[in-house]
């Protein structure tokens, strides 16, 4: 009964930001701050699922101006749960499959983010390019999952190069974001589902990496997010 119950909440709080973001993209479509403003609705469904999430690290990127932040992704939950630390002037870059999702592609394409066709790598560098090209003249963010897909209770999984490619093109530095374990954690049949924990780390410079040294670059992150997760895993309250 809890569980349709919630459903259900979670359905219709779904087609009010949807309705929401629709209305504000269409004023002001693919403008840089829509990310932003819709990961704070989408963040706000948490406690219809009986899940509680703390950010921490807002501090250390207030007066950062463009970035490109890298969060490792571990389920389908993640839509609601991570775009509390979506910074304004940042939009996310997803694979362009995403766009035929009924209603959430749709939104996620108007409200400014990017597509990417991850198959065809010509297109795909293309895009890269243009990515860098809008961070330089807009002072825009990115954020970008370089696990690529969900790790689905695996651990972090071995990061993809495409992030680095752009952090070193755009010369804007590398926000890594750790968020504690929670696969299989939510289960709606249950009001408490315990808590998770998303930290906005400091941001690590890009001066010193030369374009042959991305693998350096990409083996540093991915161990400060790694270690971090293994910290805030041992301090979040599971249910």
Same mark, same amino acid.
């Given at each position: 009964?809890?569980?349709?119950?919630?459903?259900?909440?979670?359905?219709?709080?779904?087609?009010?930001?949807?309705?929401?973001?629709?209305?504000?993209?269409?004023?002001?479509?693919?403008? /840089? @701050?829509?990310?932003?403003?819709?990961?704070?609705?989408?963040?706000?469904?948490?406690?219809?699922?009986?899940?509680?999430?703390?950010?921490?690290?807002?501090?250390?990127?207030?007066?950062?101006?463009?970035?490109?932040?890298?969060?490792?992704?571990?389920?389908?939950?993640d839509i609601i749960a991570l775009p509390g630390a979506v910074m304004p002037r940042t939009?996310?870059?997803?694979?362009?499959?995403?766009?035929?999702?009924?209603?959430?592609?749709?939104?996620?394409?108007?409200?400014? @983010?990017?597509?990417? @066709?991850?198959?065809?790598?010509?297109?795909?560098?293309?895009?890269?390019?243009?990515?860098?090209?809008?961070?330089?003249?807009? @002072?825009?963010?990115?954020?970008?999952? /370089?696990?690529?897909?969900?790790?689905?209770?695996?651990?972090?999984?071995?990061?993809?190069?495409?992030?680095?490619?752009?952090?070193?093109?755009?010369?804007?530095?590398?926000?890594?974001?750790?968020?504690?374990?929670?696969?299989?954690?939510?289960d709606l049949n249950r009001w408490d589902n315990g808590e998770l924990i998303v930290e906005?780390?400091? /941001?690590?410079?890009?001066?010193?990496?030369? /374009?042959?040294?991305?693998?350096?670059?990409?083996?540093?992150?991915?161990?400060?997010?790694?270690?971090?997760?293994?910290?805030?895993?041992?301090?979040?309250?599971?249910?």
């Open positions: 009964m809890l569980k349709l119950l919630r459903l259900f909440l979670l359905a219709l709080a779904m087609v009010m930001v949807f309705v929401l973001g629709t209305l504000m993209c269409l004023l002001r479509p693919r403008h /840089p @701050n829509n990310v932003h403003l819709l990961g704070r609705l989408f963040n706000k469904a948490c406690p219809l699922v009986g899940l509680k999430v703390t950010f921490r690290g807002y501090e250390h990127v207030k007066d950062l101006h463009s970035a490109v932040y890298i969060a490792n992704h571990q389920s389908n939950w939009v996310a870059i997803g694979k362009n499959s995403l766009f035929w999702i009924p209603l959430f592609g749709q939104l996620f394409w108007l409200s400014g @983010n990017l597509l990417i @066709n991850r198959e065809n790598k010509a297109k795909a560098a293309s895009t890269i390019g243009k990515v860098v090209d809008k961070i330089r003249q807009r @002072n825009m963010s990115i954020w970008m999952f /370089p696990e690529g897909t969900r790790s689905k209770g695996k651990g972090l999984l071995p990061f993809k190069t495409g992030a680095f490619h752009i952090a070193l093109q755009a010369g804007v530095p590398i926000v890594p974001i750790a968020c504690s374990s929670y696969f299989g954690q939510v906005i780390m400091p /941001p690590i410079s890009i001066e010193g990496y030369a /374009p042959n040294q991305i693998r350096d670059l990409l083996k540093h992150s991915r161990q400060l997010i790694a270690e971090r997760i293994a910290e805030l895993d041992s301090e979040a309250r599971r249910p």
